[in-house]
């Protein structure tokens, strides 16, 4: 019998927090804990969509802003071996230690100085992809606009949690007035929590939408700008490839006369 009992006194109040949610309108929580207003239903789904978006294009800006740093090290390091063997080779060429002419001191001297100006152009393609793609990706990842509308975001979620637990509190305080019999004071109570309820909706609509424009407005950003970086990063490293091309065409050129000069 004590169990029906607590069984009836669950779903009276089911009914009665039910009846708070279609009376007050809102959106919050699952399908047996929510808000029936359509539009802040569709707000928190826009929020939570915005949220989701602008958290994956922060993990992919960083990772970027990481496989970025990866290929300076390495292609410093790179423009340090090409270097060192651009000056073994111009040494070898200055030298010319050979004594039966001095057709590989010329193809040497010719590499030495083509592979000096395809490092200077791997240390610009570099600096291009440090100043142009990953400092600005860093920033943004470690910017206000984001944390701000992060921020609001998650003060919109406290006061829908707030807003529940003001809802069960009006059918707690309803259940009262029912068996209160008409008493004053319970009666003021009940309407002192529904007023509360009915600020907290407010607010939390308001502030929905706020969150809603700050989110809107960084996913935007964070789309626009990472395309921007990308397409920096792809022009920097074809304009490397070009350059070097032609250095090498140059260089084939210089050692073909070099080659024909000696077999004369």
Known sequence: ME????QASRLKEQVARQGVFRQFGGAYGNSDNAFTDESEVKLHQRLEKLYLSTRAAKHFQRDVVRGVEGYIVTGSKQVEIG??????SQKYGIENTCTSGNTLSKAATYYGKARSLIEKERGNMLKAFGTQVAEPLRAMVMGAPLEDARHLAQRYDRMRQEADAQVVEVSRRQNRVRESAGNGEVISKLEAAEFKLEELKSSMVGLGKEAVAAMAAVE?????????????MVEAERTYHQKVLEILDHLEEEHTETLNASVK
């Not at 270097?83 to 073994?88: A, E, S, V, Y």
């Not at 935007?220 to 920096?232: M, V």
């Open 3 to 6: 169990a029906l009992w607590k």
């Open 83 to 88: 270097n060192k063997l651009c000056d073994d």
């Open 220 to 232: 935007a950003q964070q789309q626009r700008l990472t395309l921007q970086r990308l397409i920096a």
